[in-house]
């Protein structure tokens, strides 16, 4: 798994017939700074994931990609690469809180 921030949303209106009524969402990939890791930096690319929690524009999410995305409820017979499994609440490194949610 993975965290990302939620910076979007994708409209399709022609999809596959599986599709239909999923919100795909927009991520942002986040890494926990190697320098800093107080803090995290962006990953180097955006993400179109299955919202399979209600997430929304500026959540922090826990996504899943590959076979293991098809294995989140309801996903086995769609043709997704990611999906998100969870909003975070809080992020803790090295005894320290990087995140929190709202």
């Not at 209600?54 to 996504?63: K, R």
Request: charged share 25%; aromatic share 4%; glycine share 8%.
């Amino acid at each position: 798994m993975f965290l990302a921030e939620v910076i979007g949303q994708v409209v399709a209106t022609k999809k596959d017939d599986s599709m239909q009524g999923k919100k795909l969402l927009l991520l942002r990939p986040r890494l926990v700074d190697e320098n800093n890791p107080t803090t995290f930096r962006n990953g180097a690319n955006t993400i179109v994931a299955v919202d399979n929690v209600g997430a929304g524009e500026g959540d922090l999410v826990m996504f899943c990609q590959g076979s293991s995305a098809r294995q989140a409820a309801g996903l086995k017979t769609l043709p997704v690469d990611a999906a998100v499994v969870a909003i975070v609440d809080s992020v803790d490194v090295l005894g320290k809180k990087i995140y929190k949610s709202n």
